[in-house]
């Protein structure tokens, strides 16, 4: 059996490698269905399967793809891009592309700062790979978006919030001469405990997440402060000041709240220029 023209590789091998790559534990994949998964996204992008551990990673249970990897897709289209800057306190890129144009794109610790990001140790740690890796994101998804199978990269992945690991239903002790309050405790255990298996799916709160955060992308700084303006977070806010039903809004009309903003910059540009 083909697909654009190459052969498939039987799924009793996929499983085997998956397993070897599971058993390894390199590239963080923990389980063999993780490993069956990438694998099988790397061949309907017409990729060997075992080449996925090479592509992609498994951040907090969830498929990431390399900024190295994207940026060399990217290149091999026929893309281009010119490093301006890249530090530890800024990372600057002009991207190119017959398909997509030109687009400058800069992230610096003041933006990450201001969007929420710098919390964790490795943007303390690798400032300029983090930032450099953002930049590689944000450039090639608005230049060639095609070639990035939309995913986030790794560096992004990792400041989404990790899946909420729920907690198994345990049946209640057999009932035995207790204290009172051991009792109590012991009744209402099982009633607080969810009565679902652990899961690694996203939650309706990360999916807000993952779209508002899109959103930023696409706007920058600007959402910012259009958002301070009308008052939904302080003026030292951040984007997870944004309260979850003024983020379904925004969401929920992407195109009205976009217009919107570019209105206000608009405005805010020709006030500048007096």
């Given amino acids: 059996m083909e697909q654009n023209g190459k052969a498939l590789v039987p799924i009793e091998a996929i499983e085997k490698m998956a397993t070897s790559v599971a058993k390894s534990g390199l590239f963080g994949v923990k389980t063999v269905d993780q490993a069956i998964a990438l694998m099988l996204i790397a061949e309907a992008e017409g990729r060997h399967p075992a080449s996925a551990a090479q592509d992609y990673d498994i951040i907090n249970g969830r498929p990431a793809l390399k900024s190295s990897s994207l940026l060399a897709r990217f290149q091999a289209a026929g893309g281009k891009i010119q490093w301006v800057q890249r530090d530890d306190k800024a990372a600057e890129a002009i991207f190119e592309h017959a398909q997509g144009g030109t687009l400058t794109v800069r992230w610096d610790m003041a933006r990450a700062a201001k969007a929420g990001l710098t919390g964790k140790a490795t943007w303390r740690q690798y400032p300029a790979q983090i930032l450099s890796a953002r930049v590689i994101s944000e450039g090639v998804r608005a230049i060639l978006p095609g070639v990035s199978g939309n995913f986030y990269v790794g560096e992004e992945v990792q400041d989404f919030a990790p899946p909420k690991s729920l907690l198994k239903k345990q049946a209640p002790a057999p009932k035995q001469e207790a204290p009172k309050a051991e009792a109590e405790a ?22 807000r997440e993952i779209k508002l955060q899109e959103v ?11 958002v301070k303006r009308i008052k939904w977070i302080p003026e030292n806010g951040t984007l997870k000041d944004i309260k ?27 006030k500048e220029s007096k």
């Fill in 216 to 226: 930023y992308d696409t706007l920058g700084d600007i959402m910012l402060k259009y």
């Fill in 244 to 270: 979850p039903e003024q983020a379904d809004r925004i969401t929920g009309k992407t195109d009205m709240f976009v217009a919107a903003v570019r209105k206000f910059e608009a405005e805010q540009a020709k």
């Fill in 186 to 207: 012991t009744e209402r255990a099982p009633q607080q405990a969810e009565a679902v298996d652990a899961q690694d799916g996203p939650s309706s709160d990360e999916v």
